[in-house]
């Protein structure tokens, strides 16, 4: 990504942002709420159009493409939504199935395979025909993976996985993605606050501000950076500047 930007209204979310990942990297974007981390996101698959500035993928620009060649690109990312974004009047099985069924030609019983794999990775065996409402937050969550690497994406990404789960359960998911990771090598994006997730599962830590990377290091870098905006976010320091004031189209 170069220079890339977006504003909704008069509120500046990315202002001349750059950023570059390279294949098969685990990268997590920090930052505090309402800095656009979500909105970063959604312009690294496609689902916003920067206002200024490229998105490419291997070299081809999203954007200059046109719209046929724009969903294969897409096709080749597989994306974890807040919260697991699962359709409820779906069972977990045909929730993981429907991207199957939409992009591909594969047989009802390749899908069922293929269900069953997914949903093995993500440490959760047999519960196809369960629905979304009988599981507990933490498997919404990975069943959300398993729709997510269904189709065996090269670059997978995760928006805010572990938000509002207790700490054993964030534990749990922190480790079904570095498992994901290892036995997948995608190129991995995601944005979390969780600074324990954060260390654990990236290569690479950046921190969102203002628009822009303020720092991009390795976690132990990061870690012991004397950046005040890193020391800020490490400590939980929220003097500067307590709320970022972000429209709702734009919060994280």
């Not at 099985?93 to 047989?107: S, V």
Request: aromatic share 4%.
């Amino acid at each position: 990504m170069t220079g890339l930007s977006k504003r909704f209204g008069a509120k500046v979310v990315l202002d001349g942002l750059d950023l570059t990942i390279a294949k098969g990297q685990s990268i997590v974007i920090l930052g505090k709420s309402g800095t656009g981390k979500s909105v970063l996101l959604k312009h690294m698959i496609g689902l916003l159009t920067p206002d200024a500035g490229t998105v490419e993928v291997e070299g081809e620009d999203l954007w200059g493409a046109s719209r046929s060649r724009r969903d294969e690109i897409r096709r080749r990312f597989g994306m974890s939504f807040q919260e697991g974004a699962l359709f409820d009047s779906m069972s977990v099985g045909e929730n993981i199935a429907f991207p199957l069924k939409r992009h591909t030609q594969m047989t009802p019983g390749e899908v069922r395979a293929r269900v069953a794999e997914c949903l093995s990775l993500v440490k959760l065996h047999g519960i196809e025909g369960k629905r979304p409402s009988e599981l507990s937050g933490g498997m919404r969550r990975r069943v959300g993976f398993a729709r997510a690497i269904a189709l065996k994406p090269e670059v997978l990404l995760f928006d805010e996985p572990t938000t509002g789960l207790d700490p054993i359960t964030t534990d749990v998911l922190a480790r079904v993605m570095i498992d994901l990771r290892d036995r997948m090598n995608p190129t991995m994006v995601t944005i979390t606050h969780d600074l324990k997730v954060a260390f654990e599962v990236a290569e690479r830590v950046a921190l969102l501000d203002r628009g822009k990377i303020l720092v991009d290091l390795p976690p132990r870098e990061f870690e012991a950076s004397s950046d005040p905006g890193v020391r800020a976010f490490v400590q939980g320091d929220g003097s500067e500047d307590a709320e970022s004031g972000l429209p709702a189209e734009a919060a994280v």
